[in-house]
Structure formats: C-alpha cells, structure tokens
T-cell receptor
Framework: GAGVSQSPRYKVAKRGQDVALRCDPI?????LFWYQQALGQGPEFLTY????????KSGLPSDRFFAERPEGSVSTLKIQRTQQEDSAVYLC??????????FGPGTRLTVT | KNQVEQSPQSLIILEGKNCTLQ??????????LRWYKQDTGRGPVSLTI?????NTKSNGRYTATLDADTKQSSLHITASQLSDSASYIC???????????FGTGTSLTVIP
C-alpha cells in the first residue's frame, strides 16, 4: 500500500528494556512526525523531521527517548530503559507539506 | 498557552440521528483547523481542514464550521451510521513552528 506503515504493531517490553519503533512514511514525504497517545487521550507531539534533519524535539519527554531519520525516509523512535509510564500508542505521520498529515496505524507499547 | 478543548468527552446516539461535536481552541496565531476520525486501533484519518477564511466545509455527511473570532469549531454528523462510531479529534496548527495541537477527542458511539 501507499500509506504510512509502522512496525511492530504491538510491543510488550519489560521495564528497563530498550525498544525501537519503526515508521515508513509515504514515499517522497519530506515531513515526519512522531506522537505519543495515551489511552483515551489525543496524540501528544514528540518530534518532527524535515528530511533527515530533526527540527523540533521539544516534545520528547526525557533523554531516554531518541528519534532518527538518517536518510530522510524511514524513521526510528528508540526508548531506552522503558518505564511503565511509557506505555502508549506511538503514532507516526508524514506529509509532503506541513498542511496535511497522513497517520500510520500506530505501535501499541505495553511496558510490564 | 496553546490548548484545544473538545466536548462532549463521549456521546452515544441512535443510528440515523444527527449530532454535533464542539472544539474550542486558544492556539495563536492560527493557521488551520482539522477534524480527524480515529477508529479503534487505527491512526487518525483527516475529515476536513479549514483555514482562517473558511466558515464551513462539508465532506459527505460531515460538516465542519469555524468561527475564527470566537475560536470555536463544530463537526456536525448527519444521519449517523454504525460505522461513525470512533473518536473524533480536533487539531489546530499555529502559524509559527511545526507543531499541531490536538484535542483529547470525543468518543462517539452509534447504536442500532
């Protein structure tokens, strides 16, 4: 398909483990966003890339969270030493212009 | 502080009935406002996007209104269907920076 894909769709991690979440944006989309969505809440902004440049990471909750997009396409959100409060759905969105965003299905992370 | 508030938090209606969801925002300077539909376990999908000069925009049975003076928007759903059951999220983009401000959503349940 031509949409945004994310993997894995579900991830269970033990507290203290590191996890890596992948986002494949729509081909050619310059902008890529990561969001964290807690149960019953709206998405909260984490970070934004324009091509390979991370232009805004003000939403990352701690230095345990790290995102990269080395070639300006696929992006990875890494969470080190996961905590229970990290349990959420992590959404990725891409756009060709900042006006419109297309979301992936999300990765549901559960930290036990 | 840039905020987006939605009401009601949840809503249950009978199939075939109409309903209206509300969104109030304090985001400034305003760029655009969009309504998303998020089915359970999926990423948000855009319904409408409205700029400052637009008062109303329709997408099938969905009609969004915008009053930029009072900073209010509404989403009206006509002749609801069971498939309308979802979370509806209001998102406002400021005219500076790259952040999108999300409301917490209205959970709509349509029952037969």
């Amino acid at each position: 398909g031509a949409g945004v894909s994310q993997s894995p769709r579900y991830k269970v991690a033990k507290r203290g483990q590191d996890v890596a979440l992948r986002c494949d944006p729509i081909s050619g989309h310059v902008s890529l966003f990561w969001y964290q969505q807690a149960l019953g809440q709206g998405p909260e902004f984490l970070t934004y890339f324009q091509n390979e440049a991370q232009l805004d990471k003000s939403g990352l909750p701690s230095d345990r969270f790290f995102a990269e997009r080395p070639e300006g396409s696929v992006s990875t959100l890494k969470i080190q030493r996961t905590q229970q409060e990290d349990s959420a759905v992590y959404l990725c969105a891409s756009s060709s212009a900042v006006a419109e965003q297309y979301f992936g299905p999300g990765t549901r992370l559960t930290v036990t | 502080k840039n905020q987006v508030e939605q009401s009601p938090q949840s809503l249950i209606i009978l199939e075939g009935k109409n309903c209206t969801l509300q969104c109030n925002y304090t985001v400034s300077p305003f760029s655009n406002l969009r309504w998303y539909k998020q089915d359970t376990g999926r990423g948000p999908v855009s319904l409408t996007i409205m700029t400052f000069s637009e008062n109303t925009k329709s997408n099938g049975r969905y009609t969004a209104t915008l009053d930029a003076d009072t900073k209010q928007s509404s989403l009206h759903i006509t002749a609801s269907q069971l498939s309308d059951s979802a979370s509806y999220i209001c998102v406002v983009r400021a005219n500076t920076g790259n952040q999108f401000y999300f409301g917490t959503g209205t959970s709509l349940t349509v029952i037969p």
